[in-house]
T-cell receptor
């Protein structure tokens, strides 16, 4: 069964204290891995797509990397406005019988950055 | 960027009544829209996938007669929770996929609707 596990569940950082969030996945085949940011009471906001192992994407203080088993979201010198829940999702290869695909989400990492 | 709106943002209803939630793609055409449900501190659970002009595909365990989905146009999908009960209280989020998008993950999410059934 396709599965996504995120760790830690919650992370508290001081402003400027860099860290990484982990997303481990088990899928029969990977079409893509996605990172989202979700603020309380809001829908997720798309951040990155990663397609293959070794790939990296950057946006401001965030950098996402991908291996064959996991992805990391590195946060460099975070600011309080980076506080949010970060969700990871994978798109497995299509079901060979049905052709159907759906995203598999992790439960997220709640990040709190204190000034 | 692509914007998806939802209405209402929150709703309180009495047990046994029905509630309709609208999801609109404001500046693009969405051939596919998704409806998710999210409980506190949990991740998004896909309820159904809807394609414009055809019947929605529901996930296992989601009652299609209770959660009615209509995707009548390329910019509008609606979710109606019929005969709502307190256990239906949740955060409902829709998302839309732009025509021509290759990967499922490149979805644009609405801001969500908080439903409370009393």
């Amino acid at each position: 069964e396709d599965q996504v596990t995120q760790s830690p569940e919650a992370l508290r950082l001081q402003e400027g204290e860099s860290s990484s969030l982990n997303c481990s996945y088990t899928v029969s085949g990977l079409r893509g891995l996605f990172w989202y940011r979700q603020d309380p009471g809001k829908g997720p906001e798309f951040l990155f797509t990663l397609y293959s192992a070794g790939e990296e994407k950057e946006k401001e203080r965030l950098k996402a990397t991908l291996t064959k088993k996991e992805s990391f979201l590195h946060i460099t010198a975070p600011k309080p406005e980076d506080s949010a829940t970060y969700l990871c999702a994978v798109q497995p290869l299509a079901n060979m019988n049905t052709g159907f695909q759906k995203l598999v989400f992790g439960t997220g990492t709640r990040l709190l950055v204190s000034p | 960027g692509a914007v998806v709106s939802q209405h209402p943002s929150w709703v309180i209803c009495k047990s046994g009544t029905s509630v309709k939630i609208e999801c609109r793609s404001l500046d693009f055409q969405a051939t596919t829209m998704f409806w998710y449900r999210q409980f506190p501190k949990q991740s998004l659970m896909l309820m159904a996938t809807s394609n414009e002009g055809s019947k929605a595909t529901y996930e296992q365990g989601v009652e299609k007669d209770k959660f009615l989905i209509n995707h009548a146009s390329l910019t509008l999908s609606t979710l109606t929770v019929t005969s709502a009960h307190p256990e239906d209280s949740s955060f409902y989020i829709c998302s839309a996929r732009e025509e021509g998008a290759v990967l499922l993950g490149e979805q644009y999410f609405g801001p969500g609707t908080r439903l409370t059934v009393t």
